[in-house]
């Protein structure tokens, strides 16, 4: 039989996904628990045995969101020392598809009232990688940039394919670099 921490983990992650469905076609704030319970498939009682309301739903989205990006944020940097660029590429390229799999969480954390919290939780994760300041300060345009250019191409609705804009953040994110490609 499935421990407790187990279930409620699955039922965490069921939510979850309900969420990150329902918000393909409505707003955060246009969600009710109700609406959320029947995407779900779980009666309203669960739910509150597990969240308090759908911002702590979200929470939860955003907080593994942001672990995956720290992932990315540690990865490019060790990318970048080797100055391999086709591994690059191909990084750039598992990120994009990542940001096209959650579109729907990364336009509200990319989103005008939200960018501002995520960047600097993303930038706490940089400043972890390398105490050097001017290193940090490149951190900060190149993530602060690239985050940017991420939240264009999803309101373009992706009309770049992700090759050509995995090597449009590849060169943008070594401008100034002496990589001999």
């Given at each position: 039989?499935?421990?407790?921490?187990?279930?409620?983990?699955?039922?965490?992650?069921?939510l979850?996904?309900a969420?990150?469905?329902?918000?393909?076609?409505?707003?955060?704030?246009?969600?009710?628990?109700?609406?959320?319970?029947?995407?779900?498939?779980?009666?309203?009682?669960?739910?509150?045995?597990?969240?308090?309301?759908?911002?702590?739903?979200?929470a939860?989205?955003?907080?593994?969101?942001?672990?995956?990006?720290?992932?990315?944020?540690?990865?490019?940097?060790?990318?970048?020392?080797?100055?391999?660029?086709?591994?690059?590429?191909?990084?750039?390229?598992?990120?994009?598809?990542?940001?096209?799999?959650?579109?729907?969480?990364?336009?509200?954390?990319?989103?005008?009232?939200?960018?501002?919290?995520?960047?600097?939780?993303?930038?706490?994760?940089a400043?972890k990688?390398?105490?050097?300041?001017?290193?940090y300060?490149?951190?900060?345009?190149?993530i602060?940039?690239?985050?940017d250019?991420?939240?264009?191409?999803?309101?373009?609705?992706?009309s770049?394919?992700?090759?050509?804009?995995?090597?449009?953040?590849?060169?943008?994110?070594?401008l100034?670099?002496?990589?001999?490609?």
């Open positions: 039989m499935p421990s407790g921490n187990l279930l409620e983990s699955k039922m965490k992650l069921r979850q996904g969420l990150i469905r329902l918000l393909q076609t409505k707003e955060l704030t246009n969600i009710t628990v109700k609406r959320l319970c029947d995407e779900a498939q779980i009666h309203r009682t669960t739910f509150y045995n597990h969240y308090e309301n759908i911002s702590d739903v979200f939860d989205i955003k907080t593994k969101v942001i672990i995956q990006c720290e992932k990315f944020i540690v990865r490019r940097h060790k990318l970048l020392q080797l100055s391999n660029k086709q591994q690059i590429l191909d990084f750039y390229t598992e990120f994009l598809l990542i940001v096209q799999k959650y579109e729907s969480v990364m336009r509200i954390l990319l989103s005008d009232s939200s960018i501002g919290k995520f960047k600097h939780d993303l930038l706490v994760a400043q990688l390398d105490s050097n300041v001017k290193l300060y490149e951190k900060v345009y190149i602060g940039g690239m985050f250019v991420i939240r264009y191409w999803l309101d373009d609705c992706q770049v394919p992700i090759s050509e804009l995995s090597l449009n953040l590849f060169e943008i994110g070594t100034g670099r002496h990589c001999d490609f």
